[in-house]
T-cell receptor
Framework: DARVTQTPRDKVTEMGQEVTMRCQPILGHNTVFWYRQTMMQGLELLAYFRNRAPLDDSGMPKDRFSAEMPDATLATLKIQPSEPRDSAVYFC????????????????FGPGTRLLVL | KQEVTQIPAALSVPEGENLVLNCSFTDSAIYNLQWFRQDPGKGLTSLLLIQSSQREQTSGRLNASLDKSSGRSTLYIAASQPGDSATYLCVVYNFNKFYFGSGTKLNVKP
């Protein structure tokens, strides 16, 4: 049963510290998304990659956030320095962008990383 | 900039009712539109994907329509069940960008 995995599941840190979240997409999926969800803002798309290339990161605060895919099996989202307003659940999702369809036929989500910045 | 709006924000219906969720978008130049459901504490499950050249898609009790000229899409759920309770999101895609609606939270009462 293929699943998207995310680590850590929970993270508590102090303001100013660096936070790194990791995601392992489902093998064979060529698209990876990073989302953030809060009660106030709902679900926000931060960035996404297709075939490891970043296609859109306009939803991400550039001064402190960075997203990378060092290889096809790992995606990372870093926050440096972290701030209390970054507290949220961060989801990673993977899928298969089919040629000619745009978007995704399905998105498989990881369990999320619950981040609390004090 | 594309803006996606979903109405209503929340909906509560008794089991068995047919219902319609609405999604509107400001820029008709879309590549496709997708409906998702999100269960509490979980990610998104893709329900239906409609390409810009299509008018509707059906899957089981779900039917999604697309009217690009008026900037609207509807998700029709027939014979609703308590298991349909979730938040439903409309997502528009174009030029490598995804635009999310704020969602409709559906509660189907037994």
């Amino acid at each position: 049963d293929a699943r998207v995995t995310q680590t850590p599941r929970d993270k508590v840190t102090e303001m100013g510290q660096e936070v790194t979240m990791r995601c392992q997409p489902i093998l064979g999926h060529n698209t990876v998304f990073w989302y953030r969800q809060t009660m106030m803002q709902g679900l926000e798309l931060l960035a996404y990659f297709r075939n490891r290339a970043p296609l859109d990161d306009s939803g991400m605060p550039k001064d402190r956030f960075s997203a990378e895919m060092p290889d096809a099996t790992l995606a990372t989202l870093k926050i440096q320095p972290s701030e209390p307003r970054d507290s949220a659940v961060y989801f990673c999702a993977s899928g298969t962008g089919l040629a000619g369809s745009g978007g995704l036929e399905t998105q498989y989500f990881g369990p999320g990383t619950r981040l609390l910045v004090l | 900039k594309q803006e996606v709006t979903q109405i209503p924000a929340a909906l509560s219906v008794p089991e068995g009712e047919n219902l319609v969720l609405n999604c509107s978008f400001t820029d008709s130049a879309i590549y496709n539109l997708q409906w998702f459901r999100q269960d509490p504490g979980k990610g998104l499950t893709s329900l239906l994907l409609i390409q810009s050249s299509q008018r509707e898609q059906t899957s089981g009790r779900l039917n999604a329509s697309l009217d690009k000229s008026s900037g609207r899409s509807t998700l029709y759920i027939a014979a609703s069940q308590p298991g349909d309770s979730a938040t439903y999101l409309c997502v528009v895609y174009n030029f490598n960008k995804f635009y999310f609606g704020s969602g409709t939270k559906l509660n189907v009462k037994p």
